[in-house]
C-alpha cells in the first residue's frame, strides 16, 4: 500500500516534458545566456542557451530582459531528399 507521501514523491519525480521554445534564440559570438542584451520588445519571443543543448526563455523581469526560463526545447527540422537515377543501356550488335 502506498502512502500519500510516497505517492506524491512518484509524482514529483516524473518530470513533465520540455515546451518548445517560442522565437528566435539569441547568440553573441558563442556566449551563453544572452537574453540581456534584448529590447523589452523582443524579449518574450527569444530564447538562450546555456551549452549542450539546453535552452531557456528569455523573459522580461522587472525593467530588463533577463534568462528566466522556463527551460525549452528547440524544434528540430527534418528534410529528406530523394535521388533517383536511371540508367540506359543500348547495346548493338553487328
Known amino acids: 500500500v502506498l502512502s500519500l507521501a510516497t505517492a506524491l514523491k512518484v509524482q514529483r519525480d516524473v518530470e513533465e516534458p520540455l515546451k518548445p ?4 534564440e539569441v547568440t553573441a559570438m558563442g556566449k551563453k545566456w544572452k537574453c540581456d542584451g534584448l529590447s523589452l520588445e523582443d524579449c518574450p519571443n527569444s530564447y538562450t542557451s546555456s551549452g549542450q543543448n539546453t535552452f531557456f526563455q528569455c523573459g522580461i523581469s ?6 528566466t526560463g522556463p527551460q525549452c ?3 528540430t527540422t527534418t528534410i529528406t531528399t530523394t535521388i533517383t537515377t536511371t540508367i540506359t543501356t543500348t ?3 553487328t
Open 73 to 75: 526545447k528547440v524544434a
Open 62 to 67: 522587472g525593467l530588463q530582459c533577463l534568462t
Open 21 to 24: 521554445c517560442k522565437g528566435k
Open 91 to 93: 547495346i548493338t550488335t
